[in-house]
């Protein structure tokens, strides 16, 4: 065919998608993705090491991941059946929005991590920003009446929120949870790090769906491993939509070995939220930090009064890469990953630097 034009034959809609494109930066100091900069403990690789064989490459994995979702089930409290795995939980989210379907109305409760947006998009949904207050707190009467009002299908409710660091109390998740007919999906993606846990509300909510990841306090984003906690009902439709063999046999191994070490974990995540109060206090002394929000994650959001884009610039000049969220929902605002000790007096001194 001569003068093949794939635009022609895709989507009309796909227009408003590009491909997502992280910063690449080699040999900087990381501090742009929310990974855990700890290295994975010895004792955790000998058990994966000792766990792989022939058959691990050779043959597909189980579909329904038993072994993981068992320990998934002592960890959280919830039944296996109440547990779907995903290669990370942005598949999970992708999966969530293809069971409503094209032109569902998807409130996203914003600012807020960006792929409940994107993933709404590529369904070909319709996602619809509900803002939080200007202290990034949730107008719950306010997000409740646009859900009701624009029939939406699913709410996102990120807790505690990428990039802001607060939260959401359980007893305002309750009465949205209570009042629309729709899905309420609680990203609980930091919640090792703080901030109290939806899991109880399911017991009485069949419309809850609680998003965990391995990607952040675990140490497995490299992996691609996260889950998901919701009625069986609402597991059992997920089901009809995932890829079959979605989580390969490495993650599963990985993942299952994380949960039969978790007092390793958890000194590496108390480290991360002691951490996380130095840099917190540490910001707030610089003169030319004009805002730092408080936060029970792995990272902090800030401002200075030099502008957001040449701070993120003259940071990465002196290796040290961040987050630059400036944009009109954020204007101004960046946002660091609690490193490594080392890595947060590097991080501190270059912005003392820039700043000066
Ligand atoms: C990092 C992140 C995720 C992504 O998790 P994966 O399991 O790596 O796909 C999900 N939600 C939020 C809010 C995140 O920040």
Avoid at 17 to 46: I, Q, S
Avoid at 251 to 267: C, D, T, Y
Avoid at 336 to 345: A, C, H, L, R
Wanted: net charge negative; glycine share 6%; aromatic share 8%.
């Amino acid at each position: 065919m001569k003068n093949f034009a794939i635009e022609k034959l895709v989507r009309k809609d796909l227009s408003q998608l590009t491909p997502y494109e992280p910063e690449v930066h080699p040999g900087v100091v990381k501090l742009d993705a929310n990974e855990n900069p700890f290295d994975m403990p010895e004792e955790v690789l000998r058990a994966i090491n000792l766990k792989l064989n022939t058959g691990v490459f050779t043959r597909y994995p189980d579909p329904l991941a038993a072994e993981l979702r068992q320990k998934l089930s002592g960890y959280t409290g919830v039944k296996p059946e109440e547990i779907l795995v995903g290669s990370g939980s942005d598949e999970l989210i992708l999966n969530i929005i293809q069971i409503l379907g094209p032109g569902a109305p998807i409130a996203v409760v914003t600012p807020t991590f960006s792929m409940y947006w994107v993933h709404s998009l590529v369904v070909g949904a319709k996602p619809l920003a509900v803002p939080r207050r200007q202290d990034f707190s949730v107008d719950i009467e306010e997000l409740i009446r646009v859900t009701e009002n624009q029939n939406c299908k699913a709410v996102f409710l990120c807790s505690p929120n990428n990039p802001t660091g607060n939260t959401t109390p359980p007893e305002d998740l309750a009465e949205l949870l209570k009042r629309v007919n729709a899905l309420v999906i609680v990203d609980e993606a930091y919640i090792e790090f703080g901030g109290e846990t939806a899991v109880p509300l399911l017991q009485e909510y069949a419309n809850l769906v609680i998003l965990r990841t391995f990607s952040k306090a675990f140490g497995l984003a490299g992996l691609r491993t996260g889950y998901l906690l919701a009625a069986k009902e609402v597991v059992g439709q997920l089901l009809k939509v995932q890829q079959p063999f979605n989580l390969n046999n490495y993650s599963q191994i990985a993942a299952a070995a994380v949960m039969e070490h978790l007092p390793l974990f958890q000194s590496r995540i108390n480290l991360i939220i002691e951490e996380r109060e130095i840099l917190f206090n540490e910001l707030k002394k610089i003169p030319e930090v004009s805002a730092v929000y408080p936060s029970l994650a792995n990272y902090i959001m800030f401002k200075t009064q030099k502008p957001a884009d040449r701070v993120f610039k003259e940071l990465l000049e002196k290796k040290i890469l961040i987050r630059n969220l400036n944009s009109p929902q954020l204007p101004e605002c960046l946002r660091i990953s609690v490193g490594t000790p080392e890595e947060n007096k590097l991080f501190l001194k270059g912005l003392r630097e820039v700043l000066s």
